[in-house]
């Protein structure tokens, strides 16, 4: 069987050959990666974070289908990995089960504007975080808080969570065709920072430059964090 499928190969053209190898690959192409430095942090964040990427790692989604960061993940319990750590919740500062894991979703959250998805849903921090710049950040909280990313393309893409050494490094992978039509378009992330006011709160505004232009993604209120 084998020899026959290898003949049948041999007889294909150039450009079915490419096809076919498209088709076997449709992950090969890096649409958009970002890396965290996770040497600051504690044993505890750091086995909340690889807990997190595991369970994105290897991810497809499908085209025109929305991803939930809540859906895949799941309840940040003893049971699927997680422990207690530092974290901020309702804008205090706290230890609980995941702690931390915020940066995992945010990482994403950039890396899927940078990838051309959609996000359909995403909430920042009350309070400015020093693991995350204002206005890059997305906060999770499972029953709360939701990070929803949609495929807009008509091929599907994929999550891919590495580690390399201290950096933990994320991903979405697609196809040729995929990776030119984000290529075209270029796009770049700019913050606009304002303040801090008088109240001692922040805003900051995020915009998605892609080619000649640009369009605002986020206006964000923090609150500074003593």
Known sequence: MRKLQLALLLLLTPLALLAFYLTAHPFKETLASRSVDLSKYTSSQRL???????????????????????????????????????SYLAGKKQNSAGGGICLVSSTLYQVALLSGLDVIE?????????????????????????????????????????????????????????????????????????????????IVEVYLKENAGEHMVSRDRYRLTR
């Open 48 to 86: 909340n974070f690889y807990t997190a990427a595991k369970n994105l790692d290897g991810t497809v989604i499908k085209p025109h289908s929305v991803f939930s960061f809540n859906g895949r993940v799941g309840p940040r319990n003893e049971d699927r990995g997680f422990v207690g750590a530092p």
């Open 122 to 202: 995403r909430t920042p921090h009350t309070n400015t975080v020093a693991s995350v710049a204002p206005g890059l950040d997305a906060t999770v909280w499972y029953g709360r808080a939701d990070l929803k990313i949609k495929n807009p393309y008509n091929q599907a893409v994929a999550i891919d969570c590495h580690q390399d050494g201290e950096q933990l490094v994320m991903s979405i992978k697609g196809d040729t065709v995929t990776k030119l039509a984000v290529n075209n378009k270029g796009p770049e992330l700019r913050r606009r920072q304002i303040g801090p006011a008088g109240d001692k709160t922040l």
